[in-house]
């Protein structure tokens, strides 16, 4: 069983800068693929970012290409979001995922992770 725990959201102006982590427990991540969701206010949960388990390739969704960039520190269990040039429309919150699955794809889809944290609430105002 892994929990995962998100931290780094907060309130920041458009066109500032947060860095999202995610700390995993309970055994370790470095087979795992890992990505980054998020949920806007009445909108349905969407992918953002994915990452191979040994951070050699990523993947991210269009909205966020260029502004965003998914990495990961398997010796500490860690996966995070350099999050650049925010727009109010990347408010949401934001969830860590793990696939489960040693050695899996660059997923975007959420039935294809099996864990996820609790979220961690980004705002941008204008």
């Known amino acids: 069983q892994v929990q995962l725990v998100e931290s780094g959201g907060g309130l920041v102006q458009a066109g500032g800068s947060l860095r999202l982590s995610c700390t995993a427990s309970g055994r370790a991540i470095n087979r795992d693929i890992m990505a980054w969701f998020r949920q806007a206010p009445q909108k349905e949960r969407g992918f953002v970012a994915s990452?191979?388990?040994?951070?050699?390739?990523?993947y991210y969704a269009n909205s966020v290409k260029g502004r965003f960039t998914i990495s990961r520190d398997n010796a500490k269990n860690a996966l995070y979001l350099q999050m650049n040039s925010l727009k109010p429309e990347d408010t949401a919150v934001y969830y860590c995922?793990?696939?489960?699955?040693?050695?899996?794809?660059?997923?975007?889809?959420?039935?294809?992770?099996?864990?996820w944290g609790q979220g961690t609430p980004v705002t941008v105002s204008s």
């Open positions: 995922a793990l696939d489960g699955v040693a050695y899996g794809d660059l997923y975007n889809r959420m039935t294809d992770y099996d864990y």
């Open positions: 990452i191979l388990w040994n951070g050699a390739d990523t």
